[in-house]
C-alpha cells in the first residue's frame, strides 16, 4: 500500500513509523479527535506530552537546543504516519512551523529558552502571523518601537493551539520590514475568540490592544523575518503534504477493507468492477502524493533552491488533492456508514479538507508553481 | 573486438557515449522524425549503424551480441533515445522475440535467428491479437494442426504492428483446447512470412498513417522446429517478456511532447495571459512533474538492483491520460483551426496539435488498455475479490 519511500539504511525510519503505530495503539487518534472535539480544545494535552516526550514535538530542533536534531526526510516519515493514525494534533504549526523559526533565529536567551521548552512539551509556543485576509473585517496587527520595546495592535487569525500556548510566536510588521517576537499567552491587552475548525479542533483568533513586550523577546528583526517566515513555510508544506499523504493512503485502505467486508447482491461489493477501478483510481492518487512527498524531500538537499521550492508547491498540491478527493470517494463508497459521525472515515475527509486549504490550497500552490517556472 | 562493459561506466560517460554516437551515425533528417513507426527501409541507415557501433541491443547478454546493460543504464539508453529524437526502428526483433528466445529458446534457434535479427535480415512482427482476441488474447483462434514434421496454420491476426515491413511473424497458435483453462493450448511458432498462404493487409489508422496490419494465414506449413518452448504453453512463454520493460510504458515521454506544443501555441496566442487557461494549464503541468516523481519512485527500485511489481502500471494509465488531456487543451486552444487535419500556425512556426490529439487515442489502448490494467491493479495489488 502507499508509502513515502526514503533509503533507510539504519532503521531509523521504520522505528519512527513502529513508536506512532504503538502510540495509537495505545491512544487511537479519532477517540482523542472526539474528546477534543467535545470539550471543544484545539490540542490533547496527553498525547502531545508524549509526542513530546518521544521527541517528535522538537525532532527539527538541533541537539544543543533540546530537540532530536533530525531532518525533514524523518519530519516526512513522522507526518505521514501520524497523518495515517489520524493524531490530529497541530504538528505543522506548533512543532514544524515554531521548531524552523527558532532553529533559524539568532541565538538569544529568549530563543533558547522557548526551544527548549517547546521540544520537552513544557511549554507550547503557537505561531500567530496569519493577517486578517482581505475579505475579512479584521484590523490588520501593526508593531510600533519605543525605547522600552514593541507594541502591538490589531488581529492575527488561524492561529492553532492557541488555548493551549503558553508562548506566541508572533510576526507582526513594522516600519524597518517586520519583526518576529515572542508573546506570553498572559500578556494584559491580548484576547483570544475561537472558531469551531472543521477537523474538531478550535482554531484561534488574537486580538492586541496595546500589548506590550520588551525588547528581549525580539527574536528577529527587519529583511530576516521574512527569510525565516519563508522557510517555515517552506518545512511547514512538507509536512501537511506528508500528513495529507497518509491520510490518502489510509483512507484508500480502510475503503478496501470494508468494500471487501460489505456484502450486496450476494457478493462483497469489492467485486464489482465498478468499485474495483474507483478503488484503483484512488491507490493511485494515494502513490503519486507519496512519490510527490519524496520528491519535495529530496530536492531539499539539492543546491538549487527554486527547484526545491517548486518541488514543495507540487507536493503540497498534490497530496491535498489527493487526501481530499480520497476521502471524498471513500466516504461514498462506505456508503451510509460513510455519512454517519460514528464512523471514522468521515474524520479523515475533515481533516484533509483541513489540512489541504491550511498554507496554500492546491490550486493557489500550482498557479505559484507555474509563476516561478515561467519567471525562470 | 573487446566488448566494453558498457555497466561498468559512470552515468555521465555512458550518457556521453550515447550522445556521441548519435552525432556521428545518426542522419539529420532522421532526427525527430514526425512519423511514429517508420518502416525498415526508411530508418535502414540507423539501424545498421548501431548494428555496427554494438549500440543496436542494449539489454541481451554481451555472448548474444547485446551491450548487456543493467536496467539503470538501459533507462539512460532510452531516455538518451528520445532526448535527441532518434527515430523509432521496428524493434520487435531486438525487444521482444531476441529476449524470448534467449529465455525460452533451444541453442540452435539462438544461433540462427539472434544474428539475423542484429543484421537486420530478419524483420521481425509480433501477432498476437485477433479480432475476437484483444484484451481476451487467451480466447484466439488461429489454428496450427500437426501434419508430420509440419504445422499447419491457418487464421488471422490484426494490429499486428509493421507487418508490413517484416518477413518473420512471432505468433501465438491454438494447438489444442481445454475449456477449463483457456491459457492452456496455445503455442508459440516462428513463422517465415514468405511462405505461400501469408497475406499482409494494413490498415490506416485515425493519424492516417499505416502502423498497423490484418495477417492472414491460409494453410501456412511450418516446420515443427519453429516452436519456441513446450507446445501448449506459450502463454507462460509470452507472458514471461516484459519484466523491467514495462517501466517505459510508463515514461513520460508523449505528455513532454504534448506539452510543449501547448506551450508553443499558448505563447503565440497570448493564452498565458487568460487566467482561466493558466489554471487549466497549471494542472497539466503539475501533472506531468508529478509523473516525473511518480517515475522516480519505480526507476529507484530498478537502479537499487531490485524488481518490478505489477503496480508500476499505474504509470502507464497516468502518462496515457495526461497525454490525452493535454492535446485535448492544445485543440481547445486552437480554437476553429482545430478543423484543420494539417498543422496549424503559432507565431512564426507550426504545431501538429491535431496529430498529437489523434496519436494520444492509441496508448491508452494498446500494451492492456486502462481498463485492463485496473483490472490487474485490482487483483494483484489491492487484493480485491474476482
Known amino acids: ?376 | 573486438m573487446m566488448a566494453t562493459d558498457w555497466n561498468a561506466l559512470s552515468d555521465e560517460d555512458f550518457r556521453a557515449a550515447f550522445r556521441d554516437l548519435v552525432k556521428r551515425r545518426l542522419p539529420t533528417e532522421l532526427r525527430f522524425m514526425r512519423k511514429q513507426r517508420p518502416l525498415f527501409d526508411e530508418v535502414a541507415v540507423w539501424y545498421h549503424a548501431l548494428a555496427e557501433e554494438g549500440w543496436l541491443s542494449p539489454v541481451w547478454p554481451v555472448k548474444y551480441g547485446g551491450m548487456g546493460l543493467n536496467p539503470a543504464k538501459h533507462m539512460i539508453y532510452v531516455e538518451e533515445w528520445g532526448r535527441l529524437g532518434c527515430p523509432r526502428i521496428p524493434d520487435h526483433g531486438i525487444g521482444l522475440i531476441g529476449p524470448l528466445l534467449i529465455e525460452h529458446g533451444t541453442e540452435e534457434q539462438k544461433a540462427t535467428y539472434l544474428p539475423k535479427i542484429l543484421s537486420g535480415e530478419h524483420v521481425w512482427c509480433q501477432g498476437y491479437s485477433e479480432p475476437n482476441s484483444g484484451s481476451d488474447l487467451a480466447s484466439l483462434r488461429t489454428a496450427a494442426v500437426r501434419d508430420g514434421d509440419h504445422f499447419v496454420v491457418s487464421g488471422q491476426k490484426i494490429w499486428t504492428t509493421l507487418a508490413h515491413c517484416a518477413n518473420w511473424i512471432f505468433a501465438l497458435v491454438r494447438t489444442s483446447r481445454d475449456d477449463k483453462v483457456r491459457q492452456k493450448g496455445i503455442t508459440v511458432l516462428l513463422i517465415d512470412m514468405t511462405t505461400p498462404g501469408v497475406k499482409v493487409r494494413p490498415i490506416a489508422n485515425l493519424r492516417g498513417e499505416t502502423d498497423f496490419c490484418e495477417v492472414f494465414f491460409d494453410n501456412v506449413r511450418v516446420p515443427v522446429e519453429n516452436i519456441v518452448g513446450e507446445i501448449d504453453q506459450g502463454w507462460n512463454v509470452a507472458k514471461s517478456v516484459l519484466g523491467h520493460e514495462r517501466i517505459f510504458l510508463g515514461a513520460p515521454t508523449r505528455p513532454e511532447i504534448a506539452i510543449e506544443r501547448l506551450e508553443k501555441l499558448a505563447r503565440a496566442r497570448g493564452a498565458f495571459e487568460d487566467p482561466a487557461f493558466l489554471s487549466r494549464y497549471a494542472k497539466h503541468r503539475l501533472d506531468l512533474y508529478d509523473l516525473g516523481s511518480a517515475f522516480e519512485r519505480f526507476a529507484k527500485v530498478l537502479r537499487d538492483g531490485g524488481e518490478l511489481g505489477a503496480d508500476v502500471s499505474i504509470l502507464k494509465i497516468f502518462t496515457t491520460e495526461l497525454y490525452q488531456r493535454i492535446t485535448e487543451e492544445t485543440i481547445a486552444l486552437a480554437g476553429e483551426d482545430a478543423r484543420y487535419f494539417d498543422d496549424i500556425e503559432a507565431g512564426n512556426d507550426r504545431v501538429d496539435a491535431m496529430n498529437l490529439f489523434l496519436d494520444s487515442r492509441a496508448p491508452a489502448i494498446f500494451g492492456g488498455s486502462n481498463e485492463i490494467q485496473k483490472n490487474i491493479l485490482s487483483k494483484a495489488v489491492l487484493g480485491l475479490p474476482g
Not at chain 1, 507519496?290 to 498540491?317: E, F, T, W
Open chain 1, 1 to 376: 500500500m502507499p508509502r513515502a519511500i526514503f533509503d533507510d539504511p539504519d532503521g531509523t525510519l521504520a522505528m519512527l513509523r513502529d513508536s506512532v503505530e504503538a502510540l495509537s495503539a495505545r491512544s487511537p487518534g479519532p477517540a482523542s479527535l472526539r474528546a477534543k472535539r467535545s470539550r471543544k480544545g484545539d490540542s490533547d494535552p496527553a498525547l502531545w506530552s508524549a509526542m513530546a516526550e518521544a521527541g517528535w514535538v522538537g525532532l527539527l530542533l538541533p541537539e544543543n537546543l533540546g530537540g532530536a536534531g533530525l531532518g525533514l526526510t524523518e519530519q516526512a516519515v513522522l507526518s505521514e504516519a501520524l497523518g495515517r493514525a489520524l493524531i490530529a494534533e497541530p504538528i505543522a504549526a506548533s512543532s514544524v512551523f515554531a521548531s524552523v523559526l527558532l532553529r533559524d533565529a539568532p541565538s538569544s536567551t529568549e530563543r533558547d529558552r522557548l526551544a527548549a521548552g517547546l521540544a520537552a512539551g513544557s511549554l507550547r509556543v503557537s505561531p500567530a502571523w496569519r493577517r486578517p485576509s482581505r475579505h475579512s473585517a479584521a484590523r490588520m496587527l501593526a508593531a510600533s518601537e519605543d525605547q522600552a520595546g514593541i507594541a502591538l495592535d490589531g488581529e492575527l487569525q488561524f492561529v492553532d493551539a492557541a488555548t493551549s500556548a503558553t508562548d506566541f510566536l508572533v510576526v507582526a510588521p513594522t516600519r524597518a520590514g517586520g519583526v518576529l517576537l515572542s508573546v506570553p499567552a498572559a500578556s494584559p491587552g491580548l484576547t483570544l475568540e475561537e472558531r469551531a475548525g472543521v477537523d474538531g479542533a478550535m482554531i484561534g483568533s488574537l486580538r492586541f490592544e496595546r500589548v506590550r513586550a520588551p525588547r528581549e523577546r525580539v527574536l528577529a528583526q527587519a529583511e530576516s523575518v521574512d527569510a525565516l517566515v519563508d522557510n517555515a513555510v517552506l518545512h511547514a508544506r512538507v509536512a501537511l503534504a506528508a500528513e495529507l499523504a497518509g491520510i490518502a493512503s489510509k483512507a484508500v485502505e480502510m475503503t478496501i477493507s470494508y468494500t471487501k467486508d460489505r456484502v450486496q447482491f450476494g457478493r462483497p461489493i469489492a467485486s464489482f468492477q465498478a468499485v474495483q477501478h474507483r478503488l484503483v483510481d484512488m491507490w493511485s492518487d494515494a502513490e503519486f502524493a507519496c512519490a510527490a512527498v519524496v520528491n519535495a524531500v529530496v530536492r531539499q538537499s539539492g543546491s538549487d533552491r527554486r527547484a526545491a521550492r517548486m518541488a514543495v508547491l507540487a507536493a503540497k498540491a498534490r497530496a491535498g488533492d489527493a487526501a481530499t478527493s480520497v476521502c471524498r470517494r471513500a466516504v461514498h463508497l462506505h456508503g451510509a456508514m460513510g455519512f454517519t459521525d460514528e464512523h471514522d472515515i468521515g474524520l479523515y475527509l475533515k481533516r484533509a479538507v483541513a489540512l489541504s486549504a491550511t498554507l496554500g490550497q492546491p490550486e493557489a500552490l500550482r498557479l505559484e508553481f507555474v509563476e516561478l517556472e515561467r519567471a525562470a
